[in-house]
């Protein structure tokens, strides 16, 4: 799997749009972009993938760049509940579902202030 | 979503004893389920690939003997921490992944300390 480069912290106002930059310059034509986040002391929560084009879901967009090395989470309204560590994964997506388990990095912080 | 329910949420054990975890899909069935162990403030770390009805497939490092995984059925698995000491203590997760799909859905997590 590609490997992801994303910032250690972030911070967003309440209310504002909180944008989460992930890096991934060696991903394969056949990897996709999954989203994941951990709130402190529970098990991660899938938010949203894509391969190239962007998508939105009730919980974010995310804007993959035309060349695909890099992409970004968007959650559109911040709230203190969305204070939690958020992954950038790239894998292979398999048909008969996830034969391989996650890899996950460092993540991004991210910290929704009052 | 699917729904994977881990239990339990919290145990403290003393040395030398063992602990089981269970990791239940509770409305579709998980053909292939994942253990991950996460230390304070790092990331979370694979250790081990569940298959139902198989055995197990362990990461690199990860003592098969001490860590026994039970995949009996579509919607269970079982992580037995055998002969449990202090550095044993971490966040014990489980995931599923739903047929046809490639997302994973994430158990709530078990905080084990070994005393």
């Known amino acids: 799997d590609a490997k992801t480069t994303q910032p250690p912290s972030m911070d967003c106002a309440e209310g504002r749009a909180a944008n989460l930059p992930c890096n991934h310059s060696?991903?394969?034509?056949?990897?996709?972009v999954y989203w994941y986040r951990q709130i402190h002391s529970q098990g991660p929560q899938y938010i949203i993938h894509?391969?190239?084009n962007n998508e939105t879901n009730e919980m974010a967009s995310l804007i993959i760049t035309e060349d695909r090395k890099s992409s970004t989470l968007i959650l559109p309204h911040a709230t203190l509940r969305d204070t939690a560590v958020y992954y950038c994964?790239?894998?292979?997506?398999?048909?008969?579902?996830?034969?391989?388990?996650?890899?996950f990095g460092k993540g991004t912080h991210l910290i929704i202030q009052p | 979503g699917a729904v994977v329910s881990q239990h339990p949420s919290r145990v403290i054990c003393k040395s030398g004893t063992s602990v089981k975890i269970e990791c239940r899909s509770l409305?579709?069935?998980?053909?292939?389920m994942f253990w991950y162990r996460q230390f304070p403030k790092q990331s979370l770390m694979l250790m081990a690939t569940?298959?139902?009805?198989?055995?197990?497939?362990?990461e690199q490092g990860v003592e098969k003997d001490k860590f026994l995984i039970n995949h009996a059925s579509l919607t269970l698995s079982t992580l037995t921490v055998t002969s449990a000491h202090p550095e044993d203590s971490s966040f014990y997760i489980c995931?599923?992944?739903?047929?046809?799909?490639?997302?994973?859905?994430f158990g709530s997590g078990t905080q084990l300390s070994v005393l």
């Open positions: 995931s599923a992944s739903v047929t046809g799909t490639a997302k994973l859905f």
């Open positions: 060696t991903i394969s034509g056949n990897e996709y």
């Open positions: 894509g391969l190239k």
């Open positions: 994964i790239v894998r292979v997506a398999r048909s008969g579902g996830g034969a391989d388990g996650l890899t």
């Open positions: 409305d579709f069935q998980a053909t292939t």
């Open positions: 569940s298959n139902e009805g198989s055995k197990a497939t362990y």
